[in-house]
Antibody
């Protein structure tokens, strides 16, 4: 059973960098698939942030690309998100997830973690 | 603004059937598989349908998916109160180079 768990600060100050880590269990990241992040502002819909392959190849949402870094640490079976220069608009529940097939489906999701950006 | 268009809400009585539409363009739904997700209140989304009409293990056959051209549809039969949730469609957009989701549809089982 593949499981994902987000970890990181729940409160970030405006203009600082949001950092989250996703720990995967039940499957080796090196085994394949893209791994990524999706966020959901309170009361709103889903927004795809980006994905990374175990070899380091990435796909980023162009609207976030200038502020975004997704990295992978296969030895720890983890991948991470860094979003710089955050504003209150970045306040959301952040989900880590596994892309199951060519970016057309997300088959495993973390439980999500709320990150609030304070002004 | 979402790139895929869904109705904000749908409702039906227990035991009835409901469909949720998802409208896109030739650069997303028109060229790629569509998936559907169920998000129960306070929980993470869960994959319901992938590759337009396939169900992951454990998803009952009350849930079905279809696609035609640049639109997709989720169908739910034998509605139960436990089906009350937000439902999202999603796919890849070849022109934008992003995964796009619909804005979500809130299902109420009256």
């Amino acid at each position: 059973q593949v499981q994902l768990q987000e970890s990181g600060p729940g409160l970030v100050k405006s203009s600082e960098t949001l950092s989250l880590t996703c720990t995967v269990s039940g499957y080796s990241i090196s085994g394949g698939y893209y791994w990524g992040w999706i966020r959901q502002p309170p009361g709103k819909g889903l927004e795809w942030i980006g994905t990374i392959f175990h070899s380091g190849g990435t796909y980023y949402n162009p609207s976030l690309k200038s502020r975004l870094t997704i990295s992978v640490e296969t030895s720890k079976n983890q991948f991470s998100l860094k979003l710089s220069s955050v504003t209150v608009a970045d306040t959301a529940v952040y989900y880590c997830a596994r892309d199951g097939q060519g970016h057309t489906m997300v088959d495993y999701w973390g439980q999500g973690t709320l990150v609030t950006v304070s002004s | 603004q979402s790139m895929l268009t869904q109705p904000p809400s749908v409702s039906a009585a227990p035991g009835q059937k409901v469909t949720i539409s998802c409208s896109g363009t030739s650069s997303n739904i028109g060229k790629n598989y569509v998936s559907w997700y169920q998000q129960l209140p306070g929980t993470a989304p869960k994959l319901l349908i992938y590759e337009n009409n396939k169900r992951p293990s454990g998803i009952p056959d009350r849930f079905s998916g279809s696609k035609s051209g640049t639109s997709a549809t989720l169908g739910i039969t034998g509605l139960q109160t436990g089906d009350e949730a937000d439902y999202y469609c999603g796919t890849w957009d070849n022109s934008l180079g992003v995964v796009v989701f619909g804005g979500g549809t809130k299902l109420t089982v009256l």
